[in-house]
């Protein structure tokens, strides 16, 4: 096995991103990709005009890629402030805002996964009720993607970055999923296990991946340290990768590195053609 038997998608938000956005699709498929991600990408406005959403979506379509994968509305990415779903007042009402329009273009392009990023612990507010507006808005969301025939993501940080996120490890995530899952009974809730955001917390990940592989609905990579492209750091990707397929995990691996200090054309020469392609 190898990477040449993974199936890749580019995230255009971390990737590509010394171009415009509308072009970025295109940069994409002239690289041999065929899927991409994205993270919401109107940070200033969950609810972006009409004409913004529908130019995206034409430069997808005129691509020729798939949009595999679209974060609802998490405020700045990257940056500090991680997450809108659990923080009481206006950025919550900004993440509901947001559900349905996102939700609506990612179904429109037949995208199969939601990501919520849960959002960061906020002085004077008791946590408790933080995680109950967070399961609150987290239903909502996973009733939104079964909507559209897709899956809801819940995702870990790790705590370098964000040390106010509360979901800072593979149990702490899994945990979630199921307390998603019990209040809707719709089953569609999944783990995204960032092997990335683990590796920095320290997470042991053959036993990360031995345990929640069934129960991870995305996968994402980049090395460490540094977040940059595989082997520009010490993580052993290729054979995690493997570790994954081995446990049963069939979905897809979205690139979320860096490119460094060269353009992001140039950044995928560890990866063989043959695994570019949308299969």
């Known amino acids: ?42 940070v200033d406005s969950p609810t972006p005009a009409r004409s913004e959403l529908d130019a995206l979506k034409r430069a997808i379509e005129d691509a020729g890629v798939r949009l595999r994968g679209l974060n609802l509305y998490a ?3 990257p940056g500090p402030d ?20 996102a939700s609506d273009f990612a179904g429109s392009l037949g995208c199969e996964a939601l990501n919520a990023l849960y959002g960061n612990r906020v002085d004077g507010v008791d946590p408790a009720e933080q995680d109950a507006l967070a399961l609150e808005n987290l239903v909502l ?7 559209i025939g897709a899956i809801l993501l819940v995702e870990t940080l790790n705590r370098a970055e964000s040390p106010r996120y509360p979901l800072l490890s593979a149990p702490a995530g899994v945990g979630l999923v199921d307390r998603v899952d019990e209040a809707t009974g719709l089953g569609n809730a999944k783990f995204l296990m960032d092997l990335y955001h683990l590796s920095m917390n320290g997470e042991d990940l053959p036993q990360a991946i031995a345990a929640y592989a069934g129960r991870t609905g995305h996968v994402q990579i980049a090395d460490t340290p540094g977040r940059g492209a595989p082997g520009t750091g010490t993580l052993p990707l290729e054979d995690l990768l ?17 490119p460094g200090d060269r353009p992001s054309a140039e950044a995928f020469d560890w990866l063989p053609a043959e695994a570019r392609g949308d299969r």
């Open 141 to 147: 969301a996973a009733r939104a993607a079964d909507r």
């Open 1 to 42: 096995m190898g990477f040449a038997d993974q199936r890749f998608n580019v995230n255009l938000s971390i990737l590509y991103t010394e171009l415009p956005l509308l072009e970025r699709p295109a940069a994409a498929a002239a690289a041999g990709f065929g899927s991409v991600e994205l993270w919401w990408p109107w």
């Open 242 to 258: 493997d570790q994954l397929a081995e446990a049963g995990y069939e979905g897809r691996v979205g690139l979320e590195y860096k």
């Open 82 to 101: 991680r997450g809108a779903l659990s923080i009481p007042g206006e950025e919550s009402e900004r993440f509901r805002a947001n559900i349905d329009v």
């Open 75 to 77: 405020g700045q990415l």
